[in-house]
């Protein structure tokens, strides 16, 4: 067995996080051996723009190891972002060295604002893209003929793939590294890295959870957190009241007017959106995930879940399936390009 190959590109005022992510992530990842020896499956090499020096966004310096123009050939390659590929000169460069390694690489990835050089060659056009929601709006107005899907964390078409950037970038890594060698494996690496989850792409960026721990005062402040770590167990007004230290009445009325709406909506809804991710795994059961989410009953839960996602969870399931094709992207691209275009 021969380790695949992954480029990294480095430049001046990159994302250090969007390099050492990715590094990190198929730097180990590793399969046992019968000898009792481990089997690395990734060699990852940095390369530069040249081989000086490179100053990241937060101070820290990355001498890469080649010059692009020197690189070996690579299975997959990747294209972090940062402030630096705002530069038109780098930027150029980039783009058109990309375009002459593309038809010899399996695949490419952009990372954030890494899309600016990647969609310059030309090669994104057509394609279902992603990046960081911050760029989502002035990417899809530089390059109109990308298909910007702007809230998931990272997205496949063909042999390209796009993400969010940031924290994202290794949820894609992950992903990439199951496809190479499987579900198993990947999830191995996830634990070794200590990720709380191993995100699928279609998860949004900027989670319902995160939007209610930004708006909760000091009083909620781990009530939410204490919520979604909990979803198997009684979570019912008065339980939640009394962890509060309240009166049901008076922890309902305070709930609702931060977060916009009654306790007992909110926890249904953070069951649905934990059971649709652990609807992505096929061995489990509808019945298993809706208890494992503290439904009390199969029914009870798709009633539930129809309600928050306009599905039932086997249709929904039933959708997962085609996720890995165009339809999916296509139907989910109408739905949001229209946003794009009057944000």
Known sequence: MIPKTVGLIVFEQMAADELTGPAEAFSQATIPTSSDREFRCYQVSTLGIGTARCVTECGVIVKPQLDINNAPPLDTLIVPGGRGIHDARLNKKIAKWLNCRAPATRRIAALGAGIYALAATGLLDERHVTTHWRLARDVAQRFPKLRVIPNSLFVKDDRFYTCAGGA????????????????????????????????????????????????????????????????????????????????????????????????????????????????????????????????????????????????????????????????????????????????
């Open 168 to 343: 994202s970038a290794v949820d894609l890594t992950l992903s990439l590294i199951e496809e190479d060698y499987g579900r198993q494996i990947a999830l191995k690496l996830a634990r070794e890295l200590v990720v709380h989850l191993k995100r699928s792409g279609g998860q949004e960026q900027y989670s319902e959870a995160l939007q209610f721990q930004v708006q909760s005062s000091d009083r909620f402040a781990d009530m939410l957190a204490w919520i979604l770590c909990n979803l198997d167990q009684d979570l019912s007004v008065e339980v939640l009241a009394q962890k509060a230290c309240m009166s049901p009445r008076n922890f309902t009325r305070l709930f609702k007017a931060t977060f916009g709406k009654p306790p007992a909506d909110f926890v249904a809804s953070a069951r649905v959106t934990e059971a649709r991710r652990r609807l992505e795994v096929p061995r489990n059961s509808i019945e298993s995930v809706a208890t494992s989410v503290g439904f009390r009953s199969a029914d009870a839960f798709s009633r539930a879940f129809e309600r928050e996602v306009d599905c039932r969870p086997s249709t929904y399931r039933a959708l997962l399936r085609v996720t890995a094709g165009d339809d999916f992207l296509k139907e989910r691209s109408k739905r949001v390009e229209p946003l794009l275009s009057h944000a």
